[in-house]
């Protein structure tokens, strides 16, 4: 089976939310039973979901940007083929 990078960061990104609510859910009951063991283990994964969510959106949208970037690039690019637009002005006097 072939995993490309994108794979991967597609299920990371979709089970970031699950682990946080699991972790969430997992201190709330440690909490109710008065347990202190499962309600820092709870913490702890609930945190660690905070911080993929937070890693994953963070690489997304420097992706989104820098492909933002290069689309402005190739319009600036086809911009430069055509005539500016004052220069219109000069050959409507013709």
Do not use: C
């Not at 597609?10 to 201190?27: D, E, L, Q, R």
């Not at 911009?79 to 004052?86: F, G, I, V």
Request: net charge negative; proline share 3%; charged share 25%.
């Amino acid at each position: 089976m072939n995993l490309t990078r994108e794979t991967i960061e597609a299920a990371a990104t979709s089970a970031a939310p699950k682990i946080t609510y699991m972790g969430g859910a997992m201190m709330g009951l440690a909490a109710f039973l008065q347990a202190h063991g499962p309600w820092i283990a709870g913490l702890i994964i609930g945190l660690l979901g905070l911080l993929m969510q937070r890693y994953f959106k963070v690489r997304e949208d420097t992706r989104r940007q820098a492909e933002h970037e290069l689309r402005m690039q190739k319009l600036r690019r086809m911009d430069t083929n055509r005539m500016p637009l004052d220069d219109l002005d000069e050959l409507e006097d013709v």
